[in-house]
């Protein structure tokens, strides 16, 4: 199976990846690996889409991210064979990831500098997401945040489509991503049902007009 994260590297590095990765199926519901594992292997997420999901220092678990095909779960597992998961991943569809265990990776880092590279490209496009959320936390309005993680859902599910694209999270889920409660969240997408831009389902938010979506991040 061919990985677009992995045509930077050269043939011989990616060959080598390939070569000891391990395709792994996930139903709808099915957890990649619990906050807490130890991190043995590294995930590259091939087909699907995942909720990324922590603890609260209150116990309650809130979704921090959905990633799709192209991201890395478990990159930590890349730095120490004795880290931790400090998140669960938990698959939103039938979900293929190809894992690569830390020893492999170990060994194919000596063997293949680019592989470094590579890591610190994936830990540096982490350290800028944490940073412009954190921003966006300070000074976005939360009505527009919760706008922002619609449009930014949008493009995980069905990129630059311009078509209906259907969002299978709760408004619940909707608000956690946008660190929002759940009357703001409520309010805001029933203001966007009301002006044409989506449709609330049963468990799912189906976004109708893109493009206004993308119009109302910058009312």
Excluded at 31 to 60: I, K, P
Excluded at 63 to 92: K, N, Q, W, Y
Excluded at 157 to 174: C, H, K, M, R, S
Aim: glycine share 6%.
């Amino acid at each position: 199976m061919e990985l677009a994260l992995l045509s930077v590297l050269p043939d011989p590095a990616r060959r080598a990846v390939l070569a000891v990765a391990t395709r792994r199926r996930f139903a709808r519901g099915e957890v990649v690996f619990h906050e807490g594992d130890l991190a043995e292997t590294v995930h590259l997420l091939a087909e699907g889409r995942a909720a990324v999901r922590r603890v609260t220092t209150a116990g309650d678990s809130v979704i921090l991210a959905v990633v799709g095909p192209g991201e890395v779960l478990g990159e930590m597992a890349m730095l120490s064979p004795e880290a931790r998961r400090t998140t669960t991943v938990v698959a939103l569809e039938p979900t293929v990831t190809m894992t690569v265990a830390f020893g492999d990776l170990h060994r194919l880092r000596r063997e293949h500098p680019a592989l470094d590279r590579l890591l610190l490209d994936l830990l540096a496009r982490r350290v800028r997401r944490l940073s412009d959320h954190l921003l966006e936390a300070l000074h976005v309005p939360v009505e527009q945040r919760v706008v922002r993680r619609l449009d930014a859902l949008c493009r995980t599910y069905d990129g630059a489509v311009a078509g209906p694209t259907l969002l299978p999270l709760t408004q619940a889920e909707i608000g956690e991503l946008a660190g929002a409660s759940r009357p703001v969240t409520n309010r805001v997408l029933r203001r966007l049902e009301d002006e044409g831009v989506l449709r609330l389902r049963r468990g799912a938010v189906e976004v109708v007009d893109r493009a206004a979506l993308t119009r109302a991040i910058s009312p």
